[in-house]
Nanobody
Framework: QVQLAESGGGLAQAGGSLRLSCAVS????????MSWYRQAPAKQRELVAT???????NYTDAVKGRFTISRDNAKNTSDLQMNSLKPEDTAVYYC?????????????WGQGTQVTVSS
């Protein structure tokens, strides 16, 4: 059973910072990509950032230069450092992991953590 546990959400003022963490637990061969998504009220879930097992990173344009994704392959964790927060960053943030059970890949989601940015 693979589980993802997110932490670090909360309330921040505009211009402030928050750091989200995601820990993957369970028995599997490896973790391929880890991603952070967010879903604001009445909006579709959107991809925020992805980091692959070899360290390749992509961000959605809205967070480039403000958010930083990282991962620790030894600990099976990923962090999302969010700086210069804006009210429009308010959303539930979800961690997703692509996990390998050779030869197949499966995706798993965390339960989500609320981020609220006040103006």
């Amino acid at each position: 059973q693979v589980q993802l546990a997110e932490s670090g959400g909360g309330l921040a003022q505009a211009g402030g910072s928050l750091r989200l963490s995601c820990a993957v637990s369970g028995s599997f061969d490896s973790i391929d990509a880890m991603s952070w998504y967010r879903q604001a009220p009445a909006k579709q879930r959107e991809l925020v950032a992805t980091i692959t097992s070899d360290g390749s990173i992509n961000y959605t344009d809205a967070v480039k230069g403000r958010f930083t994704i990282s991962r620790d392959n030894a600990k099976n964790t990923s962090d999302l450092q969010m700086n210069s927060l804006k009210p429009e960053d308010t959303a539930v943030y979800y961690c997703k992991a692509i996990v390998q059970f050779r030869p197949r890949l499966y995706q798993y989601w965390g339960q989500g953590t609320q981020v609220t940015v006040s103006s």
